[in-house]
């Protein structure tokens, strides 16, 4: 085959699987497919600017590609000389500005309607770190009243069918919100507040992922919106408020319980735990780690993803089970948590064994000089196989 040929074919397969890659049926951020009321004023405004920028597009590649054709060098001389052609000249100049001005006022009119929160029936705050998010919940009468806070991370819990306040900020650098199929992007940028309206017609998860270059694990940085029923919303606030259950004396949970004050506590905050003391147990992440904080560990299994939501607590078939449950299964699914039979082991051990090696968090693990001796993120903790079991064990039980 000669070689021109063979250039020709390759550039042809590498051009189709290029589109072909764009392609997905159940894609899970996928801004074509709007699950509430904010994406669907940004969707019924990108479908017809689409549809004008596609028109235009086309007439324009269509007109290019006739005039190398038509006008292509055929040894004829060269065409007659003549200074410009007013009226077309004018007619291309007023057409792009009509149609400019025809895009123009609906985009305005959707970007005035997304920024609009006083329709808004309660609010939550949500910190961005390298790499996760942090989600509270102030005290509030809203969302059926929040008598005291509630922290959590990863998942966002929202009610069905209400307007969130969402109000952003970030602890260390810029990143991005953006849950696809619910409203469009905020940046979340350190001393400043940003916010965005929030709102899920059915309940499921909605998933997204930081779109600000944030650094090292960017890419790992997610975050899911969980939209419950109201009444289900009400059960997953009652559970995250419910006391604290100390491990059966004697048992594997129990230990997990000391290992987890020895090891665990300086950084991660579990409500209620007490020290053998009895006094409570508070965590000071700003002492140990750059981000000043590290993910509330009070009810980590109601929630289904650890570390940035970019591995799931459940392994693969409970998690499918979760995420295509039809919405009216989907509440008490998800309210069911993590179970031990659930429990996706094998990335969890991993990321108590040895998290800077899961999850990327410097160029060189050992240059910790520049961030004041503090960590960034988790860090390798040295703990033995018997005391990652414990403390597994104990984590089962945070729900
Ligand atoms: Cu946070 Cu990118």
Same mark, same amino acid.
């Given at each position: ?9 390759? &550039? ?47 007439? /324009? ?35 792009? &500005? ?19 929160? $006083? ?24 969302? #059926? #009243? ?7 991370? #990863? ?16 602890? $260390? /650098?810029?990143? @991005? ?39 090292? !694990? ?20 009652? +559970? ?8 059966? =004396? ?6 997990? =319980?000391?290992? /987890?004050?020895?090891?665990? !506590? ?14 409570? /147990? ?8 750059? @981000? ?27 998690? $499918? ?32 064994? +040895?998290?800077? =090696? ?13 961030? $004041? ?8 903790? &040295? ?17």
């Amino acid at each position: 085959m000669n070689v021109r040929l063979a250039a020709r074919r390759t &550039a042809l397969v590498a051009g189709v699987i290029v589109v072909a890659a764009g392609c997905a049926s159940d894609a899970p951020q996928d801004t074509w497919k709007p699950a509430g009321e904010n994406a669907q004023k940004i969707h019924n405004l990108q479908w017809p600017v689409f549809a004008i920028a596609g028109v235009v597009g086309l007439l /324009v590649v269509a007109a290019v590609g006739w005039s190398i054709f038509r006008y292509r060098d055929r040894g004829q001389p060269i065409p007659e000389q003549t200074h410009g052609r007013p009226a077309l000249e004018i007619g291309l100049t007023i057409l792009p &500005a009509v149609i400019l001005i025809g895009v123009a006022i609906p985009t305005i009119g959707t970007l005035f309607a997304l920024s609009k929160t $006083d329709d808004t029936e309660c609010y939550l705050n949500v910190t961005g770190q390298q790499w996760w998010w942090e989600v509270d919940y102030p005290q509030q009468p809203g969302c #059926g #009243g929040i008598e005291t806070a509630i922290v959590t991370s #990863g998942q966002m819990v929202i009610p069905t069918n209400t307007n969130v306040l969402v109000r952003g900020t970030s602890r $260390d /650098v810029i990143h @991005s919100w953006w849950i696809p199929r619910l409203n469009g992007k905020r940046d979340m940028v350190p001393g400043r507040v940003h916010t965005l309206r929030l709102e899920a017609d059915e309940p499921g998860i909605y998933a997204g992922q930081c779109t600000e270059f944030c650094g090292l !694990s960017h890419a790992n940085m997610r975050m899911e919106v969980v939209a419950l029923d109201p009444a289900d919303f009400e059960a997953w606030k009652a +559970n995250q408020l419910a006391p604290y259950e100390a491990p059966e =004396e004697g048992t594997l949970a129990a230990t997990g =319980e000391q290992t /987890v004050i020895q090891q665990c !506590s300086r950084c991660h905050q579990v409500d209620g735990l007490l020290d053998t003391e009895g006094n409570p /147990v508070i965590a000071e992440p700003e002492l140990y780690v750059w @981000s000043e904080a590290a993910p509330n560990l009070t009810n980590l299994m109601t929630r289904n993803t650890f570390a940035g939501a970019t591995w799931s607590l459940l392994v693969a078939a409970c998690r $499918d089970r979760v995420w295509n449950a039809p919405p009216d299964e989907f509440g008490a699914l998800y309210l069911e948590g993590v179970t031990p039979e659930c429990l996706n082991q094998v990335d969890l051990r991993e990321w108590i064994r +040895n998290a800077p =090696e899961k999850k990327p968090m410097y160029t060189d693990p050992e240059e910790l000089g520049p961030t $004041d001796g503090k960590t960034r993120g988790m860090p390798y903790l &040295a703990l033995s196989e018997d005391q990652i079991d414990q403390v597994i064990a104990y984590l089962l039980e945070r729900k």
